[in-house]
């Protein structure tokens, strides 16, 4: 069964800190990968996708991920976080033959003024 | 504009009533998904719809049942066989295999 670990469940920065979540899958051939973002009262919006083509992957908001496919990870980075930074955010998988993409458990992050 | 519409964003419901949640989308979107939110639980998959007329369970299916009589809707009913039924229900299309999924508001449950 396809499986999408996110390791830290909750993180706690300053602003300016440096971000990098981590995002391992569990299973190889094509992937589609996602890292949404959830700020609070509001939907699930997409911070960046990849498909194909380049592993490291720009999206909005100064967020980046870069796709290791040896290691199995889609680990989202941001240089410098901002208190708007704020927010829950999570990894999808989209995989092994099926439409459906798969969620991680999600990873919240507070950052401090 | 075009979206994922869902209501209503607050539903409170008394225990052991059954309830539905509506999700509308006009993406002209195929495939429809409900997903479940709790905390430090992620989102958890309960019924996909790939086309009208289809769905099928996912993950955390039971207690719960869908409909996809037009492609625009796919509305969640939640039933009394739910155990534990208070949560985030999120709604979500995509248009195929290789894209990403759209999301609506969600619809907080609440059952007292």
């Known amino acids: 069964a396809q499986s999408v670990s996110q390791h830290n469940h909750h993180v706690i920065l300053s602003e300016a800190a440096s971000l990098e979540l981590g995002c391992n899958y569990s299973?190889?051939?094509?992937?589609?990968l996602f890292w949404y973002v959830q700020y609070p009262g509001q939907h699930l919006q997409l911070l960046l996708k990849?498909?194909?083509?380049?592993?490291l992957v720009k999206g909005i908001k100064g967020f980046e991920a870069e796709f290791i496919k040896s290691k199995f990870s889609f680990n989202l980075r941001k240089p410098s976080v901002q208190w708007s930074d704020t927010a829950e955010y999570f990894c999808?998988?989209?995989?092994?033959?099926?439409?459906?993409?798969?969620f991680g458990r999600g990873t919240s992050l507070i950052v401090h003024p | 504009d075009g979206g994922i519409t869902q209501s209503p964003k607050y539903l409170f419901r008394k225990e052991g009533q059954n309830v539905t949640l509506s999700c509308e989308q006009n993406?002209?979107?195929?495939?429809m998904y409900w997903y479940r939110q709790d905390p430090g639980q992620g989102l958890r998959l309960i019924y996909y719809?790939?086309?009208?007329?289809?769905?099928q369970k996912g993950d955390i299916a039971e207690g719960y049942s869908v409909s996809r009589e037009k492609k625009e809707s796919f509305p969640l009913t939640v039933t009394s066989a739910q155990k534990n039924p208070t949560a985030f229900y999120l709604c979500?299309?995509?248009?195929?295999?290789?894209?990403?999924?759209?999301f609506g508001q969600g619809t907080r449950l609440t059952v007292v």
């Open positions: 979500a299309s995509k248009r195929g295999m290789n894209t990403e999924a759209f």
């Open positions: 299973y190889g051939g094509t992937v589609n």
């Open positions: 990849y498909f194909s083509g380049d592993p």
């Open positions: 999808a998988v989209r995989g092994g033959g099926s439409y459906i993409p798969t």
């Open positions: 993406l002209n979107h195929d495939a």
């Open positions: 719809s790939q086309i009208v007329n289809d769905f």
